[in-house]
C-alpha cells in the first residue's frame, strides 16, 4: 500500500501532513496543504483507513475560489487515494454550497443521499448532500465504472 506523499503540478502544491495521532495507527489520515502559484491557497484532507471508505474534506481561501484550486487538488487527493487500498471516498457538503457540488461532481462523486438540514432544532430548505465515489482498483476491475473517481487528467495522477 502507497504512503501520502506531497504532490506538484503546473501551478498546485500539495504539502503532506500526516495525522498525528490516526485512530488505528496506520491510515491514510491527515491533510494536505494547498499552495497556488506560490501562496497558501487552503487545504484539502483525507480522513479514514484501508479496506474502509476515507472522507475528503477541504476549505479554500475565498481570493483562490473558482479558479479551479478546490477540483485539482481533489482529483489529485483521488489519484493518490487510488493507492491506499481504500474502497472508495464519501464528501458532504450544503445544497445551497453549488460551487462545492460542483468540485465533487466534476471530480467523479456522484449524490447518494440527502437529508434535512436542521437549524436550531428547525427544518431548513437546506438539504445536507452525502457524495460518494468508487476508487478504481485494479485487482478488482480492469475497466472503471461510470461512477469512478480514478479518472483524474494525466497532469496531475503523475
Do not use: W
Not at 484539502?44 to 475528503?56: R, T
Not at 460542483?102 to 436550531?120: A, C, N, Q, T, Y
Not at 478488482?140 to 480514478?150: G, I, M, N, Q
Request: net charge positive; hydrophobic share 40%; proline share 8%.
Amino acid at each position: 500500500m502507497m504512503k501520502p506523499h506531497s504532490i506538484r503540478s503546473e501551478r498546485l502544491t500539495l504539502v503532506y501532513v500526516p495525522n498525528p495521532r490516526p485512530a488505528d495507527g496506520h491510515g491514510a489520515s491527515g491533510f494536505f496543504n494547498i499552495g497556488f502559484d506560490g501562496d497558501f491557497a487552503g487545504f484539502v484532507s483525507l480522513v479514514g483507513s484501508p479496506p474502509l471508505e476515507a472522507v475528503v474534506g477541504y476549505d479554500i481561501k475565498p481570493r483562490f475560489r473558482r479558479l479551479g484550486v478546490a477540483t485539482e487538488a481533489v482529483q489529485a487527493l483521488i489519484a493518490q487515494a487510488s493507492g491506499f487500498g481504500l474502497a472508495g471516498l464519501q464528501a458532504q457538503c450544503r445544497s445551497d454550497n453549488l460551487a462545492s457540488r460542483r468540485v465533487l461532481e466534476k471530480s467523479g462523486f456522484e449524490l447518494i443521499s440527502s437529508l434535512p438540514f436542521r437549524v436550531d432544532g428547525a427544518d431548513s430548505p437546506i438539504r445536507h448532500m452525502i457524495y460518494r465515489c468508487v476508487l478504481a482498483r485494479p485487482a478488482l476491475s480492469a475497466k472503471p465504472t461510470s461512477h469512478d473517481c480514478a479518472k483524474i487528467p494525466e497532469s496531475i495522477a503523475s
